[in-house]
């Protein structure tokens, strides 16, 4: 069987009306991300951190999976474990569309993290009135991303993933930050075949043997239903 690795970002959440980063009007275009999201930020001004983060995680419950979510669900539920969904999204549209693994290597919006005792806590509230952390009582919650400049997580799963499949495929990114724009490279070194599903040409597009142009809820459905025949 086809192991697959799927890699997603902003452009798939796009069409729930999630901001992407770096289209027009996009998140960091209202912020500069060197004052949100990195820990020197949050040293600085916790309370601007805790309500960017606060207002995004509100947002939330406002949006929708969309097709492509809901696709790559049908992808999972038909191939299993052959799947390896990994995001650099912090949302949970793809949980909410009933994929059961999501490696969430960017973190998540609905997780607080406690600086003092390290627990991780799923997390729906507010972080700007310093509620205490359910484990240790102690007012040092902080959102569970990850910054610029802070290790991306599951990358040893995720590297081991992406040498053992035959396709990797990236939906919905722009291919600017790294690990993540390392992936392609990565695949094509190991002889994998790669496909980009994106709605503007990326900065690897012409790395991939080959990119489908158009919007992710209309790719992503159109490219399973071929997988699955
Ligand atoms: N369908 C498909 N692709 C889309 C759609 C859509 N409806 N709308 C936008 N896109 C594409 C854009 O063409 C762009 O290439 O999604 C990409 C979004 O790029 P970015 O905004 O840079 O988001 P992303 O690539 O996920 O950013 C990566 O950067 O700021 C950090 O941590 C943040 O995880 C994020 C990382
Ligand atoms: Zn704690």
């Known amino acids: 069987m086809t192991r697959i690795v799927v890699l997603t970002g902003a452009g798939v959440s796009a069409e729930s009306g999630v901001a992407t980063f770096r289209d027009s009007g996009g998140l960091w275009e209202g912020h500069d991300p060197m004052t949100v999201a990195t820990p020197e930020a949050f040293a600085a001004d916790p309370d601007l951190v805790h309500r960017f983060y606060d207002a995004r995680r509100a947002a939330l419950s406002r949006v929708r999976p969309n097709a492509a979510h809901h696709a790559l669900a049908r992808l999972e539920a038909a191939l299993g474990d052959a799947v390896y969904l990994v995001t650099q999204n912090v949302d949970d549209l ?13 973190g998540r919006l609905r997780a607080a993290w ?18 205490p952390c359910p484990g240790c009582g102690s007012s040092s919650l902080r959102p569970d991303v990850v910054w610029f400049g802070e290790v991306p997580y599951d990358m040893e799963a995720i590297e081991e993933a992406l040498w053992d499949c035959d ?9 600017v930050v790294y690990p993540a724009a390392a992936f392609v490279h990565y695949a094509i070194g190991n ?14 597009s012409s790395d991939f043997h080959e990119s489908r142009r158009g919007p992710a809820s209309e790719l992503v459905p159109a490219w399973v239903d071929e997988v699955l025949g």
């Open 94 to 106: 793809h949980e909410r569309a009933g994929t059961s693994r999501v490696h969430h290597m960017h």
């Open 114 to 131: 406690c600086t003092v005792c390290g627990a991780r806590h799923t997390w729906d509230g507010t972080l700007v009135d310093r509620p």
């Open 167 to 175: 396709l990797f495929v990236s939906i919905g990114t722009s291919g």
């Open 191 to 204: 002889g994998k075949q790669t496909l980009e599903l994106n709605l503007d040409r990326s900065d690897s």
